[in-house]
């Protein structure tokens, strides 16, 4: 147990809608990173936010974006959901960032029909 | 900008035998790389880290090398068991998919323990 709460686990919507997804980090943990994985692009970074901040941003979607709240949680917000979205979605989380492990959890697997 | 990629997708193995999972880099400013196990249905489990400035780091049953000439880092599994079972992934920090510390993974290794 990596101590990275996701939730749900699994998610099933429809083409159009919106979806949020919820992370917990690890207790003393400041920094919570967003990472993709599908089948064609394996594992990709979303965006990182740190103790509140958004810090960095990879290959994310003008549709997707997320927000970290004062008790460290975070969310990712999934909009006008497409076929192609459809993956499992990870949280990391670090105690700070930079050359530090990113411990993650057991993901979300959002199905879109 | 940088990929991680991974020389072999499937690596078969006899139980108690020792693995060696390879993984190339093309970003010679990457200065932090980990190793992860993923099992089906669960996220990548942190195993093993390495910073730029060193060569190897040990740990229970496994070590990680790294080779900065040749922009090459391997995972060593020592008597492997049947619980080793899973797609092992490298990921170094920076690179064209990561910014600021966003990981960049390479496509992951299966390794098949045979009994």
């Known amino acids: 147990d990596s101590g990275v709460t996701q939730t749900p686990k699994h998610l099933i919507t429809a083409t159009g809608q919106r979806v949020t997804l919820r992370c917990s980090p690890r207790?003393?943990?400041?920094?919570v990173y967003w990472y993709q994985q599908s089948l064609d692009q394996g594992l990709q970074f979303l965006i990182q936010?740190?103790?509140?901040?958004?810090?960095a941003k990879g290959n994310i979607l003008e549709r997707f974006s997320a927000q970290q709240f004062p008790d460290l949680h975070s969310e990712l917000n999934l909009s006008s959901l497409e076929l192609g979205d459809s993956a499992l979605y990870f949280c990391?989380?670090?105690?700070?960032?930079?050359?530090?492990?990113?411990?993650f959890g057991d993901g979300t697997r959002l199905s879109i029909l | 900008g940088e990929s991680v990629g991974l020389h072999l997708p499937t690596l078969s193995v006899q139980e108690g035998d020792n693995s060696i999972i390879n993984c190339a880099y093309s970003?010679?400013?990457?200065?932090?790389f980990i190793w992860y196990k993923q099992e089906s249905g669960k996220g990548p489990q942190f195993i093993i880290d390495?910073?730029?400035?060193?060569d190897k780091r040990q740990g229970q049953r496994v070590t990680v090398l790294l080779n900065k000439t040749v922009k090459h880092l391997s995972l060593q599994i020592a008597a492997t068991q049947p619980g080793d079972s899973a797609v092992y992934f490298c990921?170094?920090?920076?690179?064209?998919?990561?910014?600021?510390?966003?990981?960049?993974f390479g496509k992951g290794t299966h390794l098949i323990i045979q009994p």
């Open positions: 990391a989380s670090s105690v700070g960032g930079g050359l530090q492990p990113q411990h």
């Open positions: 207790s003393g943990d400041l920094s």
């Open positions: 936010y740190y103790n509140g901040e958004e810090r």
């Open positions: 970003n010679s400013a990457s200065d932090y």
């Open positions: 390495i910073r730029s400035n060193m």
């Open positions: 990921a170094g920090l920076g690179g064209s998919g990561g910014g600021a510390d966003g990981l960049t």
